[in-house]
Nanobody, 117 residues
Framework: QVQLVESGGELVQAGDSLRLSCAVS????????MGWFRRAPGKEREIVAD????????YYVDSVKGRFTISRDNAKNTVYLQMNSLKPADTAVYYC??????????WGQGTQVTVSS
């Protein structure tokens, strides 16, 4: 009943910026905590950032603090991940997820971000 579609993944060079978007279906977007996760080839999925329904609480994994910004526009049912100063280590498939109380039940298909050195 909830579908998420990520977009914005591209091949970029180290130091570049990129903004990922996640469009969420349904009429209850404003009730969800939204998260961005990533999985590099052969590695475990990790949370990158998340944001509570009204944007009042944010989390970032240490490796992206100061470089990435998560935001949401509840009027557009969209969550964003602004990624600056990209590094090759950021190369991964990035997934958008939605849930309640940081229990993520709904996932997008992923969008590939590749950062060349």
């Amino acid at each position: 009943q909830v579908q998420l579609v990520e977009s914005g993944g591209e091949l970029v060079q180290a130091g570049d910026s990129l903004r990922l978007s996640c469009a969420v279906s349904g009429r209850t977007f404003s009730a969800y905590t939204m998260g961005w996760f990533r999985r590099a080839p052969g590695k475990e999925r990790e949370i990158v950032a998340d944001i509570t329904p009204s944007g009042g609480s944010l989390y970032y994994v240490d490796s992206v603090k100061g470089r990435f910004t998560i935001s949401r526009d509840n009027a557009k049912n969209t969550v964003y991940l602004q990624m600056n100063s990209l590094k090759p280590a950021d190369t991964a498939v990035y997934y958008c997820a939605a849930g309640v109380n940081r229990k993520y039940h709904y996932w997008g298909q992923g969008t590939q971000v590749t950062v060349s050195s």
